[in-house]
């Protein structure tokens, strides 16, 4: 199996990358991550909050959903003024992009120009622009490409199988639809999972194994850890092991060679070694800033600390999807 015919991997074969001893599966997501990346630079997003709480979905990780009592207070969609000082913070603290959550089934027609109005500050201040907002309907794509919009996340959080268990409002046959309509759309695909909701190491392997089998490769894969938040049906999961978060992340990394994955939610309860540990397993992006939506992120000085400690450094804005390879 060559790093390029990832589609193709077997659930038995994913599976068996997660067996394998950690120091030969760490070897293997290394080699793959340097024919790809620079090892030493790490892509750096920012992420803001547009739209806050009262969503209608019943995603059972998330403190904004009205069927969780999670205290959250809700926030009406931003001006986008307010969007545009957060691309200027956002690039001066050495972003390449602004990601954008808007907590909706996904956006009715009345919502799209704010939208649209928020793209293109973004794209303004000299930033990618990225906006996660649920599912689209048909043409919403389009419009949103036309704006300038560079990415859409749209997460698929676990299997298949598993999906049911963790929302009940939407199925995953509609998330695959809307990553249909974003990549018909020509826009870049943002699209990832969640460690530690309960699943086991079978469902992690067919979440990546569906992402790697989409027909074009996420060019972004966040890879998440629970953040366990109070009131949601899973405040009381257990932990899962962290050497396998560092699985999952190096998988990623074979399955989808030249995606960014990003070690995004669950920073701030991750030691300093576990992150080093995922970066040195082929994950090359991360969230800057103390917020992420709802939860909380290690700052800018601590990563940058983090950054330095470890002889790594920010990828310069100019860089694009990385491919050394011919
Ligand atoms: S759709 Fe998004 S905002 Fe709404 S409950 Fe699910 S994860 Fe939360």
Redo the contacts with the bound molecule.
């Keep these: 199996m060559t790093d390029s015919s990832a589609a193709a991997w077997s659930a038995a074969e994913v599976l068996a990358l997660f067996e394998q001893p950690l120091p030969e599966l760490l070897y293997r997501a290394q080699g793959v991550h340097r024919r790809h990346f620079d090892p030493g630079q790490v892509q750096a997003c920012s992420l803001i909050s547009v739209k806050t709480g009262s ?5 059972a ?5 009205v ?1 969780h009592d999670t205290g959250l207070e809700s926030e009406a969609l931003l001006d986008v003024e307010a969007v545009r000082a957060a691309a200027r913070r956002a690039r001066q603290a050495g972003a390449n992009r602004l990601c954008m ?1 808007a ?3 996904g956006p009715k027609e009345r919502d799209l120009e704010p939208l649209l109005a928020m793209v293109r500050a973004v794209k303004a201040e000299g930033l990618e622009a990225c906006l ?1 907002a ?1 599912a689209l309907r048909d043409g919403q794509a389009e419009r949103l490409a036309e704006a300038g919009l560079d990415y859409f996340n749209h997460n698929l959080d676990t299997s298949p199988a598993y999906y049911p268990e963790i ?1 009940t409002t939407h199925t995953y046959e509609q998330r695959l639809a809307t990553l249909e309509r974003i990549r018909a759309a020509g826009l870049k695909v943002c699209c990832g999972g969640i460690v530690g909701m309960g699943e086991s190491r079978e469902d992690r392997a067919e979440l990546l194994r569906t992402l790697a089998g989409l027909p074009v490769q996420p060019q972004s894969v966040p890879i998440n850890e629970l953040i366990p938040i109070p009131g949601t049906p899973l405040e009381d999961a257990a932990p899962v092991d962290p050497f396998e978060l560092v699985r999952t992340v190096a998988v990623a990394r074979i399955l989808m060679p030249g995606s960014y994955v990003r070690l995004a939610a669950g920073r701030e309860q991750m030691s300093d070694e576990l992150q080093a540990l995922c970066l040195s397993a082929g994950a090359n992006s991360l969230f800057l800033g103390e917020r992420l939506l709802t939860a909380g992120n290690p700052g800018e000085d601590h990563d940058r600390r983090l950054l330095e400690r470890l002889g790594m450094g920010l990828e310069p804005r100019e860089h694009a999807c990385a491919d050394l390879e011919p």
């Design positions: 969503c209608s979905e019943d995603c990780y998330c403190a904004q959903s069927h959550g907590a909706w089934r996660s649920g929302v």
